[in-house]
């Protein structure tokens, strides 16, 4: 089954204790994004890739890393979380078309706590 | 930046009415994306319509963009109890952008059945 995964789903933590939240998906697709939602704010992008070590900033970044070592997984790493990430985040994934367009297919998401 | 708003907010209806959501956005546009979001879950993709086209449909859904006047509306016709989710516009900016995507706030949409 086609599919994008995050893990873990849940997580509550305390502040400054780093984390990662793993994201992977299974369709060979060259684009992925993090991105994090928060009420009345929408979805906020965080970083995106466009392929395997080609990654770049969205609206959001401070606070967040990430990486892009293989095609199928694009982890979130939290140095030092504090509690202003208290969020919902979600990872996504496309193909890239040949007029740059592309259709995202969204994990179910990780809802961080940072206390 | 946030760069979509959509309007309304929030709007209730009727099962068997239609239901229409605006979105506007403020920088070029290589493409306007819309999708679906139950409850807390992950985002679905409904419709995608390329700044050179102005109106696509898919099944009930009936997707418009206006370029001169950075506007994009998602008609839902003969609206279901299902159809009750969060709609939310996305755009990019292509290559020249870079490849960013920015959502709107989204529209909460409630069918009564």
């Known amino acids: 089954e086609a599919q994008v995964t995050q893990n873990p789903r849940y997580l509550i933590t305390v502040t400054g204790k780093k984390l990662t939240v793993t994201c992977s998906q299974n369709?060979?697709?060259?684009?992925m994004s993090w991105y994090r939602q928060d009420p009345g704010l929408g979805l906020r992008q965080i970083y995106y890739?466009?392929?395997?070590?080609?990654?770049d900033k969205g609206d959001v970044p401070e606070g967040y890393k990430v990486s892009r070592k293989e095609k199928r997984n694009f982890p979130l790493i939290l140095e030092s979380p504090s509690p202003n990430q208290t969020s919902l985040y979600f990872c996504?994934?496309?193909?890239?078309?040949?007029?740059?367009?592309?259709?995202?297919?969204f994990g179910p998401g990780t809802r961080l706590t940072v206390t | 930046s946030q760069q979509g708003e959509e309007d309304p907010q929030a709007l209730s209806i009727q099962e068997g009415e239609n239901a229409t959501m605006n979105c506007s956005y403020k920088t070029s546009i290589n493409n306007l994306q819309w999708y679906r979001q139950n409850s807390g879950r992950g985002l679905v993709h409904l419709i995608l319509?390329?700044?050179?086209?102005r109106e696509k449909h898919s099944g009930r859904l009936r997707v418009t963009l206006d370029t001169s006047k950075k506007s994009s509306s998602l008609l839902i016709t003969a609206s279901r109890a299902a159809d009750t989710a969060s709609y939310f516009c996305a755009t990019d900016a292509g290559p020249g952008g870079g490849f960013k995507t920015i959502f709107g706030a989204g529209t909460r949409l409630f069918v009564k059945a």
């Open positions: 890739s466009m392929n395997v070590e080609v990654t």
């Open positions: 996504a994934s496309s193909l890239l078309n040949d007029d740059f367009s592309y259709e995202q297919y």
């Open positions: 319509i390329r700044s050179n086209e």
């Open positions: 369709m060979n697709h060259e684009y």
